[in-house]
Every structure is written in structure tokens, then in C-alpha cells.
């Protein structure tokens, strides 16, 4: 049984930094796509960030350069590296992760929801101003 847990959420204020995490088990395969998706209240949700199992990622604009996603291999975790924070980034954080091979972020391409296949709970990061 695949599981995702997601840690790493908290409050910081505006300009500051949190590294979530995200802690697979329970898969063994080689090929997959992993993301971070995030909703805040009343909006919908939308993707963050995306790698593959080689390694590529993609971004949404409103994080590149701010945000960066990694994968340690070792320990079967999913990081995401959020600087600069902004009131805006406001919202739940999900883990998600694909295991089919149905997607990729080839060519910078961000994964939608509809393309993942196992979720995380989800962990609050909250940034005043």
C-alpha cells in the first residue's frame, strides 16, 4: 500500500523560508512523477511543482525562481524548498505522486491533479505579512 506523509508546514512571516517534506512507502517502482500541489480556503487546487524519475521538474510561474522540489532516492522523500515566502503562498500543501507512467514534466510540463494517482494529508504553511 502506497502511503505519502507530508511535514515541514508552519507559520512564517513574509520573506521567510519552510522545506516541506513528503515521506513515500510502500511502492517499488522505478519510473513515477511526484508533485506538490497546494489549496487555500475557497480557491481550488492548483499545482506547485513536478519531478520525474530522471530528475526534471517544472514549476508554476507564480513560484519559479522561489520555489524548488527535489527527490532523495535514499530515503523515498519529496522535498519542496520554498524561499522568499509570500502571504499569497498561503494555503494546505499535498503531496501527490503518480506510479502508472501516465505523466511526466518533460519539457516543463506541471502535471494536473487528475494525473496523480496517490495522495498525501497535507500540511499548513501559513505566511503573514
Known amino acids: 500500500q502506497v502511503q505519502l506523509v507530508e511535514s515541514g508546514g508552519g507559520s512564517v512571516q513574509a520573506g521567510g523560508s519552510l522545506r516541506l517534506s513528503c515521506a513515500a512507502s510502500g511502492y517499488t517502482y522505478s519510473t513515477y512523477c511526484m508533485g506538490w500541489f497546494r489549496q487555500a480556503p475557497g480557491k481550488e487546487r492548483e499545482g506547485v511543482a513536478g519531478i520525474d524519475s530522471d530528475g526534471s521538474t517544472s514549476y508554476a510561474d507564480s513560484v519559479k525562481g522561489r520555489f524548488t522540489i527535489s527527490l532523495d532516492n535514499a530515503k523515498n522523500t519529496l522535498y519542496l524548498q520554498m524561499n522568499r515566502l509570500k502571504p499569497e503562498d498561503s494555503a494546505m500543501y499535498y503531496c501527490?505522486?503518480?506510479?502508472?507512467?501516465?505523466?511526466?514534466?518533460?519539457?516543463?510540463?506541471?502535471?494536473?491533479?487528475?494525473?496523480?494517482?496517490?495522495w498525501g494529508q497535507g500540511t499548513q504553511v501559513t505566511v503573514s505579512s
Open positions: 501527490a505522486a503518480d506510479f502508472r507512467g501516465w505523466t511526466s514534466t518533460s519539457g516543463g510540463y506541471l502535471p494536473l491533479q487528475y494525473e496523480y494517482n496517490y
